[in-house]
């Protein structure tokens, strides 16, 4: 679930000219690019060979560093990831994309106190990032702050409502305190977002089973 939302929110780029086919990149920035087209066809080690070229041509050119984290990610290579993300927040502090990508590589490795950490810094830097929401309340619900979790999912509704994943986080939240009608009633909303969202249909049927098994 991550991987694929996350491909999502890859770097774009400033347009430059694209090499003819069979032509070999001369800057940074095309090798990102090449790099991103790699990813997305989840060829992870020609995107990060096209990553680390573009670093070496430029070592301060942070969507290099933060590409090449999604890449490493891509195989499962967290730590590697992590200290990409690191990098890219080192050259540009102001990242917010990297920081959220930190979070996520965090609370994969199960530091939900740093994952939610990153999280913050990146909505402080973006106040609009409704992945950063969404994704922090997941942390605070793996914590058993539903309440939290319920705030934070709210929040990246509102910056995005069809946002089928934040609709999914609230509905486990209020499932977890016990609204077993507020869970259905998200679950269901992110059917409708996106009705090839398999886990909402699991958990929705899980308050219903219970409801029905209790008349």
């Known amino acids: 679930m991550k991987r694929a939302t996350h491909l999502t929110l890859l770097v ?15 800057t940074s920035a095309v090798y990102v690019n090449r790099g991103i087209t790699r990813s997305n066809k989840h060829d992870y080690d020609g995107a990060i060979a096209d990553y680390t070229k573009a670093i070496e041509i430029d070592p301060r050119n942070a969507s290099a560093y933060e590409n090449r984290g999604d890449a490493r990610d891509g195989k499962d290579d967290l730590d590697g990831a992590m200290a990409d993300y690191t990098k890219a927040i080192e050259v540009n502090p102001q990242f ?10 965090r609370n994969a490795k199960g530091d939900h106190d740093g994952a939610i950490s990153d999280y913050t810094k990146a909505i402080e830097l973006n106040p609009q990032f409704a992945y950063a929401y969404c994704f922090r309340g997941m942390s605070r619900y793996a914590k058993g ?5 319920i705030a934070d999912s709210t929040q990246a509704i509102g910056i995005d409502p069809r946002y089928a994943l934040a609709y999914y986080v609230r509905g486990a939240a209020r499932h977890g305190k016990g609204d077993d009608d507020g869970a ?13 969202f398999a886990p909402a249909y699991a958990l929705r049927g899980l308050p219903l089973l219970f409801n029905w098994e209790d008349q």
């Open 96 to 105: 917010a994309l990297a920081y959220y990508s930190r979070g996520v590589a």
């Open 184 to 196: 259905i009633a998200d679950y269901t909303k992110a059917i409708e977002v996106d009705f090839k």
């Open 12 to 26: 774009v780029l400033f347009v430059v000219v694209w090499p003819v086919q069979g032509q070999t990149p001369t």
């Open 145 to 149: 702050d539903h309440d939290g979790a």
